[in-house]
């Protein structure tokens, strides 16, 4: 099985599921080689084709209880698709809290999924902040992290005003240095010691209100 995270929200695309998929495609030991499950979408399947597929439900990683919570939503990648989810989601609900997207790719002309309807949502309003991250744009690469990072004092104020952090994507790396650029981020803008920022993210896990979807 391949699992894909949900892009859509059952309010605002009633009866349809949505998921965002990248195409895998690579070469190894001299032979074309790709996705099992993405080159299916791809190459393989028509319209009118009946796929089979399952549900798995993340009990955890869900809109804040509260509509009126600010969150922030952090997904480069095809790990920006549970937000789009949650951003159509809270649009149909009428939720009144901020919203504030950190998105990153490797080049805006190729690979910035959905802006159309990102870039609809912040110049409404739907998203309060979109700030985004194409790291081969230019010289010096950047990343997500370093988004954060240059927003610190901004970032930390949404935590104090009772933010939810979410986090969807690359496991083996950006997942890390997110985490780490959030501790950072805390240890230095509430001035406290590594182990007082620690102990601060981990709560914030406790209360649910730092969620990771990683893979």
Not at 75 to 101: I, Y
Not at 144 to 153: G, I, K, L, N, S
Request: proline share 5%; glycine share 8%; net charge neutral.
């Amino acid at each position: 099985p391949r699992l894909y995270s949900i892009s859509s929200s059952p309010l605002a695309h009633a009866g349809q599921i949505h998921t965002t998929v990248a195409v895998v495609r690579f070469n190894a030991h001299n032979r074309d080689r790709g996705g099992v499950c993405s080159t299916q979408f791809a190459d393989r399947a028509s319209v009118s084709d009946r796929i089979p597929l399952y549900i798995q439900p993340n009990k955890r990683f869900r809109l804040p209880a509260d509509p009126d919570a600010p969150m922030i939503m952090i997904g480069p990648g095809t790990g920006v698709a549970p937000f789009r989810g949650f951003l159509h989601e809270r649009r149909a609900l009428g939720s009144k809290g901020r919203n504030w997207l950190f998105f990153g790719e490797r080049s805006a002309a190729s690979d910035y999924l959905y802006r159309d309807e990102l870039e609809a949502m912040r110049n409404d309003s739907h998203l309060t902040r979109l700030d985004t991250a194409f790291s081969r744009d230019q010289e010096e690469k950047i990343y997500v992290q370093d988004r954060m990072t240059e927003q610190a004092p901004l970032f930390w104020s949404w935590l104090q005003d009772g933010a939810s952090v979410y986090v969807c994507g690359d496991a083996s790396r950006m997942a890390k240095d997110v985490h780490t650029a959030l501790q950072g981020i805390v240890e230095k803008q509430g001035g406290m010691s590594a182990q007082a920022a620690g102990d601060y993210v981990q709560s914030l896990k406790e209360t649910h209100r730092y969620h990771r979807d990683v893979y």
